[in-house]
């Protein structure tokens, strides 16, 4: 990978540790979220909805209103549940340079369920998002973001999440 996928990386790794949301973002989630979305949200941990609130806002910078790609752009990683950074680093490495990554430290105390749920987050995420009543395009655009198939959103919203 080049020095571009290292630097975003590394952008990645300080804001998952530095990671916050403000009781007034979270307050202003409540004018637009419905409360079982909100109930997922919660249940997020920190970092991942901080990401979640920069991709709604970098997906708004590209003028989309359209309530059901911002749902999916909110609560997109809620599968990922509280793994932890570390396991986040050896999955976005094992997905630049292969599986061998995780083969590597899948021996360590906990890896392995960890890069387990990491790997299948988007399927997970996109039955969270069933379960809390979003709409089937919100679940679809969540479970297909690394491979979109809506035809308008569906890009956006990977780009959305690349760039946050």
């Known amino acids: 990978m080049g020095l571009r996928w290292w630097a975003a990386r590394t952008r990645q790794f ?27 949200f919660d249940a997020m941990c920190v970092a991942d909805r901080r990401h979640g609130l920069d991709v709604v ?23 990922k549940g509280n793994v932890g950074v570390w396991p986040r680093v050896f ?4 997905q630049a340079y292969g599986p061998w990554v995780g083969r590597a430290v899948r021996f ?8 387990d749920r990491l790997a299948r987050h988007a399927e997970t995420s996109a039955g969270l998002a ?18 979109p198939r809506d035809p308008e959103f569906g890009e956006l919203l990977r780009l959305a999440d690349e760039a946050s």
């Open 130 to 147: 069933a379960g809390a009543g979003c709409s089937e395009r919100t679940v679809e655009l969540i479970r297909w973001q690394e491979a």
């Open 14 to 40: 300080w804001t998952h540790v530095r990671s916050r949301v403000s009781a007034d973002e979270r307050a202003a989630l409540a004018a637009w979220l419905r409360p079982a979305e909100l109930a997922v």
């Open 91 to 94: 999955h976005s490495l094992g």
């Open 108 to 115: 360590l105390p906990g890896m392995a369920r960890a890069l």
């Open 57 to 79: 806002a970098a997906l708004r910078a590209e003028d989309v209103a359209d309530r059901d790609v911002l749902v999916a752009g909110i609560l997109h990683d809620a599968g």
